[in-house]
């Protein structure tokens, strides 16, 4: 096999299993972008979460990896949840700006809970099915890496027919279109914020329980996993789950390949170099619109 494409094969299943985390932080921004207008800065935090809730639960409390799976997405779940309850709708005459400050809030506090709980060690769990490498190619995979691009495609699957085959996700839908036709039609708004949290959570569990495997994780992590997925969202055009899956995945090839055959010490520069030629040539993203991207009004 020519070690050329076995090399490149192998930079492109790195950047897949990268791109999957990032497209799934990316999801779960977009979900309360467009329910809310916010950026919600605690995303990386979800994704933390999850991945110390399942090692606690599988390595500490050993339970099977399916049904601390389910147990670590409620319990994330829950969390979004009362995040949006007891910082969110309480606030009267809501602006953006302030939000976006309760979101930072919230994302220092989970951090530091985190912390306290699992403290500042990194956290090892089991992979799903073995640590065994996979030869395609020429290139070596983990078992893991085809779970998380798996688990990505099952969750874009249910996203696509939760929000166009559900009445809750077509109301879900009628609030990021137009808020205020959507609660003259008896749309309940508020429950709308409060799902898209939940489901912001969720997605940022499922992220976190399948990356830890791979990178080990700690109260810290939550931060550049928020910087990219946010960076994917950008890119993918905010409000477009579907460009942000695109654009994480493609955020992932470019950090990977460009470690590959450059440096690993610009794999971050890379990454955000792309974020700002996408900017300055297209400020809406690849597959947003101008009047899509302008912050609502909450």
């Known amino acids: 096999m020519n070690t050329s494409f076995t090399d490149l094969l192998q930079f492109i299943f790195m950047g897949l299993q990268r791109g999957s985390i990032y497209a799934l932080a990316a999801m ?25 809730m399942m090692v606690t639960l599988t390595m500490t409390v050993q339970l099977s990896i399916p049904f601390a799976f389910l147990l670590t997405v409620l319990f994330v779940t829950v969390i979004g949840v009362l995040m949006e309850r007891l910082t969110i709708n309480p606030v009267k005459d809501p602006d953006v700006l302030r939000l976006i400050i309760i979101t930072i809030a919230v994302s220092i506090l989970l951090k530091g809970a985190a912390m306290c709980i699992w403290g500042k060690e990194s956290h090892y769990m089991r992979h799903f099915s073995g640590d065994t490498p996979i030869d395609i190619l020429g290139a070596t995979v983990l078992p893991q890496t085809l779970w998380i691009i798996g688990i990505l495609i099952v969750v874009v699957v249910a996203f696509v027919l939760f929000f166009n085959c559900t009445m809750t996700g077509k109301c879900m839908r009628a609030c990021a279109i137009n808020r205020d036709a959507a609660r003259l039609a ?104 101008s009047e899509a991207s302008r912050l609502k009004d909450f």
């Open 186 to 289: 008896g749309i309940s708004d508020r429950n709308m914020v409060m799902l898209s949290f939940a489901l912001s959570a969720g997605i940022g569990a499922v992220a976190g329980i399948i990356v830890t495997p791979v990178i080990q994780m700690d109260y810290g992590r939550g931060v550049l996993i928020a910087l990219k997925g946010f960076g994917a969202a950008v890119i993918g055009g905010l409000g477009n789950s579907i460009g942000a899956v695109v654009a994480g995945l493609l955020f992932g090839l470019v950090e990977a390949i460009g470690a590959g055959y450059i440096s690993s010490h610009y794999m971050d520069a890379i990454a955000l170099t792309l974020l700002l030629a996408v900017l300055f040539v297209r400020p809406s993203g690849i597959f947003g619109s």
């Open 28 to 52: 779960g921004f977009n979900m309360i972008y467009n329910a809310t207008g916010i950026i919600n800065f605690a995303q990386g935090e979800f994704v933390v979460l999850g991945g110390l």
